[in-house]
């Protein structure tokens, strides 16, 4: 039996994998450690499943890090993970340039701490013209937080009179949410066993496939994922049409 990762397509991969990263605390509260400890390791997963992702071919990995309803955890919980985040963007740097790596984000990042403002602008400033994985971190950031200053946005370019009222579709919308310069997901994953999307990117999963992995998210392996895809490889993206028409395209 071979294992997942030969049995991947490379002509079939999903150009675009977002991923809500869940499970964290539960992990560590099952090893009777405190949640941060659960953060901690999880930072061991984002490496492996990052490079992972790269080596395979994947051109776009969203990571959903920090939601904007995760600023009501305990304020030490959020102080724990933005202190992480930092140290983890300044470690990592090396290894992103190595790889080819490419980050950005997504989300307010006004609300952040300065110091993880400015760790972020360097090392996205340092990254910015590799050509490989583009690793897009979710930070403060909500579909609905998104969607509302896009809104916001699009009224005042019409009462500038720089944008028709009628003339707004699909792509004006889409031009104005801060994942505009990106494709959209082709496969979701959430692992830990919920099935919800907890404001993730609403818009842009109109036609993700979504897939639920039951591992918490420490102990989620580049195997794990490379079955994801797989998952993915197997099923059919149909877009309303019906299968005949489908395989006719093909
Ligand atoms: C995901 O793990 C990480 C973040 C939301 C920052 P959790 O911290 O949500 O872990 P659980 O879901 O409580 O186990
Ligand atoms: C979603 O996880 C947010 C991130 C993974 C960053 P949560 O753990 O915050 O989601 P809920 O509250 O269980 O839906
Ligand atoms: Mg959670």
């Not at 897009?136 to 809104?151: E, F, G, P, R």
């Amino acid at each position: 039996m071979k294992n997942f990762k030969e049995q991947i397509n490379p002509d079939k991969l999903p150009q675009h994998i977002a991923i809500i990263m869940d499970g964290n605390g539960r992990w560590a509260k099952g090893k009777g450690m405190f949640r941060v400890f659960g953060h901690q390791n999880g930072v061991h997963t984002v490496r492996k499943i990052t490079e992972a992702a790269a080596e395979i071919g994947i051109q776009f990995l969203t990571l959903y890090a920090f939601s904007t309803e995760n600023w009501n955890r305990p304020s030490f919980e959020v102080k724990a993970l933005m202190e992480l985040l930092v140290d983890t963007i300044a470690k990592e740097t090396p290894d992103l340039m190595k790889n080819n790596i490419r980050l950005v984000t997504i989300g307010q990042m006004e609300a952040l701490p300065e110091k993880c403002q400015k760790q972020l602008q360097q090392t996205i400033a340092a990254t910015s013209a590799n050509s490989g994985l583009t690793l897009i971190l979710a930070l403060s950031y909500s579909a609905k937080w998104d969607l509302t200053h896009a809104v916001k946005s699009i009224a005042h370019a019409v009462k500038q009179g720089t944008l028709k009222a009628d003339a707004i579709d699909e792509i004006t919308i889409n031009s104005y949410l801060s994942t505009a310069p990106y494709p959209h997901p082709d496969l979701l994953i959430r692992t830990s066993g919920e099935q919800r999307i907890s404001n993730f990117l609403l818009w842009e999963i109109a036609y993700s496939e979504l897939y639920f992995s039951p591992k918490l998210w420490p102990d989620f392996s580049p195997e794990d994922l490379y079955q994801a895809i797989l998952d993915y490889q197997n099923r059919e993206r149909r877009y309303g049409k019906i299968s005949e028409q489908v395989s006719e395209q093909e």
